[in-house]
């Protein structure tokens, strides 16, 4: 199985508890350092600003006491990943990050001093490779905080900035303006299960998983496991996927031309961008058997799964099938609403996360019988959120689960607001089930494994009922 990270074009859905102190769903990764000529003082940078040279240009190094408003991004950004992020990283380890985002930049245009911000003494070869990167701080402060996302956290945590917050926002919301496919990112040559990966390479493939029913994206064809090689004639090559986000979604009626290879032929494909319904519930009645699919964990998506369980239940229905399938997750606090109308009593989810254990409780809104036959249907595209709710009702002994494997993603990430307007989203805990079994990188494992990919609500429900 293949763990992907499912983006809607484009943007990450995980489970968290979202907003600035609220979760929405690692490795190490070390850097090369890159150096340049340059005359530094030999006083510490902690003391207060230091003047310097880095190539012809002058750099004045100062600490995060001292930083200008356009620096301080990168102080925030430092100080919450040391005080937040799951796992400790080391200040070399950020440093040389920062230094990858800055060899990304096409080089400065500017001969003006630069002033650059130094968390710790580590910085100071960063800084001087913004000085011959970055035309101003503000372009070297957004190189260096997106190295950080970038270089050394997990592909589960990010930067945002300003519009590509709005764009998350939006797409919680319910509703985007793109074409309607979700993507993932992978990369083939990593061993194990979890093929996750941040930056588009010759390895790292951002592949189309599915496309929103009637959306521009399904009508211009897109199928699952295309490959998406390049945006309006130019190659994605080392981009991030909050670029490619970015660059695909866009206002409706707007043209968008991607490069696609399917099979290993490239063929382009002009897409009219339009408003996208985010589907959040569907519902059947099949005889006694009733039907629910929940698309994803948004904000609104606990109170319209409840009122879909309440009608089915007054229809007379003595099963419920609820279908997963390609739900990439969402808020954990929708998790535990979906969680608590089948349980209760008991905890949904324990996270685990720098010094601290937390546990989540079911909220008392049991409205399920226990008579009920419950029966929760996933996929590998099932992530997140959508683990949580499976894996505790199967704990349980509440539902049977069916289908395949599932994602495999067993971390929760908070957003946290950035004085720029932007946001870093960090991987802050891992989570398991009330019994302490962490799916990270396997999956839920079915209870009943089958091939479901292609099954509609009817010919899954048939399926379920012979079982």
């Known amino acids: 199985m293949t763990v992907r990270s499912l983006v809607p074009l484009l943007v990450l859905v995980s489970a968290c508890i979202a907003g600035n102190g609220s ?3 690692t490795s190490e990764a070390g850097a090369t350092t890159t150096t340049s000529e340059s005359t530094v003082s030999t006083e ?30 990168v102080c925030e950004a430092y100080d919450l990943i040391k005080t937040n992020y799951v796992d400790e990283i080391d200040d070399t380890v950020l440093a040389d990050a920062a230094t990858q985002g800055l060899a ?28 011959a990167s970055a035309n101003d701080s503000v372009e070297a402060a957004e190189a260096m905080v997106t190295g950080f996302a970038t270089y050394a956290l997990d592909p589960n945590s990010g930067y945002f900035d300003e519009q590509a917050l709005d764009l998350l926002q939006e797409e919680q919301e319910g509703e985007i303006e793109g074409i309607g496919a979700l993507v993932s990112p992978e990369d083939q040559t990593i061993p194990g299960d979890n093929k996750q990966c941040g930056v588009v390479s010759e390895t790292c493939e951002i592949l189309i998983v599915s496309t929103i029913s009637g959306a521009p994206a399904e009508k211009a064809g897109l199928m699952r496991d295309d490959e998406l090689v390049a945006v309006d004639g130019v190659a994605i090559l080392g981009w991030t996927v909050d670029e490619v986000t970015a ?19 490239d063929f382009d494909v002009t897409i009219t961008r339009a408003a996208v319904s985010i589907p959040i519930i569907e519902q059947e009645v099949f005889g ?17 799964f409840e009122s879909a369980v309440v009608d089915l239940l007054a229809d007379g229905v003595d099963h419920l099938v609820v279908d997963l399938r390609n739900n990439p997750g969402g808020f954990l606090t929708t998790a535990i609403d979906v969680t608590s109308l089948f349980l209760e009593d008991g905890d ?8 601290e254990t937390t546990s989540y409780p079911v909220n008392g809104n049991a409205i399920v019988p226990d008579g ?24 349980r002994s509440r539902a049977t689960v069916v289908g395949e494997s599932t994602f495999g993603k067993n971390t929760v990430q908070q957003r946290f607001g950035l004085s720029n307007g932007g946001a870093m989203k960090l991987t802050i805990a891992r989570w398991l089930t009330p019994g302490g079994l962490d799916f990270g990188g396997t999956g839920v494992i079915p209870d009943v494994e089958m091939d479901v990919s292609e099954l509609d609500s009817r010919e899954l429900v048939n399926a379920v009922a012979d079982l």
């Open 288 to 304: 006694s058997v009733g039907y629910v699919r929940l698309w994803n964990f948004t904000g609104a998506a606990g109170s319209q």
């Open 44 to 73: 510490d940078v902690s003391t207060g600003p230091t003047t310097t040279t880095a190539g012809d240009r002058d750099l004045e190094l100062v600490d995060c006491d001292e930083a200008p408003d356009e620096m301080m991004i």
């Open 23 to 25: 979760p929405t769903s």
């Open 372 to 395: 009920t036959e419950v029966t929760f249907v996933v996929n590998k595209g099932s992530a997140s959120a959508s683990e949580v709710v499976s894996a505790v009702l199967q704990e």
């Open 104 to 131: 990304t930049l096409d080089g400065a245009d500017s001969s003006e001093p630069l002033v650059c911000a130094t968390p710790s003494d580590e910085f100071t070869a960063a800084c001087e490779i913004a000085a």
């Open 247 to 265: 660059t695909v979604r866009g206002p409706s009626g707007t043209e968008v031309t991607l490069t696609i290879e399917r099979a290993g032929d």
């Open 348 to 355: 949904v989810v324990v996270t685990e996360g720098p010094g």
